[in-house]
């Protein structure tokens, strides 16, 4: 009896002191939201519901498949533009073992001339991806990979204490950790190029490489040369380069025909934040077997970070109205890309970029 007495009072004393433990590690999970955030209560109650086994909502582990789009989605794209157009440049003014021709010169002024005003072209994300494939074609893949690396190092434009390696937004990290904590199979799936997606998030997201789609471009074995790869024969002298030819620009319905080829489960959770990713969005949440939410960031905050609050206001009323979870920067996150970051409203793109 004695015994039996003992246990139980040792047993009372580890819930009494592991309690605090637990309410901290609780407290720290989501340490860089808001913890009244509308959309973050909305998240953990649809955990919360679809991760119990008693629920009438109950998704087996297999079918948890969360989807998110990356630029201005897990990472800043408004530095002062896409982090794959940085890249570009970067190609064509920087790299001294690349020689652009006049098109490709032609396409970078336009790309740098653009980028403060966000006045591009109609067409701009298929003129981009065509004119990324020509610039980085003959790369192999472990060369592009170095490259992208090389770049990133880089403190972003338009901030201080910031490189392009870590401007993801840490709050929308945390939302990874946490789904994958909770058995949920986190996709991303954006417009921008597999190769830079898996570069960029290594190291950050622990995300493994078969699990991010994005903008593909034709890849061939170093003597292939052109030929029919039902053809040719893969050998001992070939590594994989990456070819001058865009597949597919991975927006809007696009995403869905890719979630269908590369995931094969329809999604019941999805991330964006912006049109290219609402045809991603309703994908997720019609006719769907199982309970699912899709949530849209806005970019509502204009002291840490470049957003417009009167286009993000028309766009909660417009994503709202679509039956989206709309996520504030400005209300929701407690930091963005972390304390120790600072924006300086300063650009030093036009420079950087100027004709040699």
Not at 61 to 66: F, G, L, T, V
Not at 134 to 162: C, H, I, P, S, W
């Given at each position: ?5 003992a ?38 109650e649809?955990?919360e ?8 909502d109950?998704?087996p ?6 989807t ?11 530095y002062?533009t ?13 790299d ?11 396409f970078?002024r ?14 701009m ?7 990324a494939?020509k610039?980085?074609?003959g ?5 592009f ?16 204490g ?9 709050p ?13 199979k986190?996709y991303i ?11 960029f ?6 995300i ?13 074995a ?9 053809k040719?024969?893969?050998t001992?002298e070939d ?22 080829r590369?995931?094969?489960?329809q ?6 934040n ?25 970019a509502?905050?204009e002291e ?9 206001q ?9 039956g989206?979870?709309v ?17 300086t409203?300063?650009?030093?793109w ?7």
């Amino acid at each position: 009896m004695k015994k039996i007495t003992a246990v139980l009072l040792a047993l009372a004393l580890l819930i009494l002191f592991a309690a605090p433990g637990f309410a901290e590690q609780e407290e720290d999970l989501f340490a860089d939201w808001n913890k009244e955030a509308p959309a973050l209560k909305t998240l953990i109650e649809f955990v919360e519901t679809v991760t119990d086994e008693t629920s009438p909502d109950y998704i087996p582990p297999a079918d948890r498949i969360a989807t998110f789009d990356m630029d201005g989605t897990l990472c800043g794209e408004l530095y002062p533009t896409y982090l794959e157009y940085y890249l570009l440049e970067r190609r064509i003014f920087c790299d001294p073992s690349y020689t652009p021709d006049a098109e490709m010169l032609e396409f970078g002024r336009m790309l740098r001339d653009h980028a403060l005003d966000k006045s591009f072209p109609d067409g701009m994300d298929v003129l981009h991806g065509e004119h990324a494939a020509k610039a980085y074609a003959g790369l192999t893949l472990n060369e592009f990979a170095d490259f992208v690396t090389n770049q990133l190092v880089r403190e972003v434009d338009g901030f201080e204490g910031m490189t392009y390696a870590n401007s993801f937004y840490t709050p929308m990290v945390e939302v990874v950790e946490y789904l994958e904590d909770n058995d949920f199979k986190v996709y991303i799936c954006s417009g921008s190029d597999r190769y830079i997606c898996r570069t960029f998030i290594e190291g950050v997201l622990d995300i493994p490489f078969e699990q991010i789609i994005g903008m593909d471009v034709d890849v061939e074995a170093t003597n292939e040369n052109g030929a029919d790869g039902l053809k040719y024969v893969y050998t001992s002298e070939d590594t994989i380069i990456r070819t001058d030819t865009m597949l597919v620009k991975n927006l809007k319905m696009n995403k869905v025909k890719a979630i269908v080829r590369e995931i094969g489960r329809q999604p019941v959770l999805s991330f964006g934040n912006s049109s290219g990713d609402v045809s991603m969005h309703n994908y997720t949440i019609f006719n769907n077997r199982y309970k699912s939410a899709a949530f849209m960031l806005i970019a509502d905050d204009e002291e840490r970070d470049y957003g417009n609050t009167e286009k993000a206001q028309g766009l909660r009323e417009k994503w709202e109205a679509s039956g989206f979870n709309v996520i504030s920067m400005k209300d929701d996150f407690r930091t963005i890309y972390g304390d120790e970051v600072r924006k300086t409203g300063t650009f030093h793109w036009l420079e950087e970029f100027a004709d040699k």
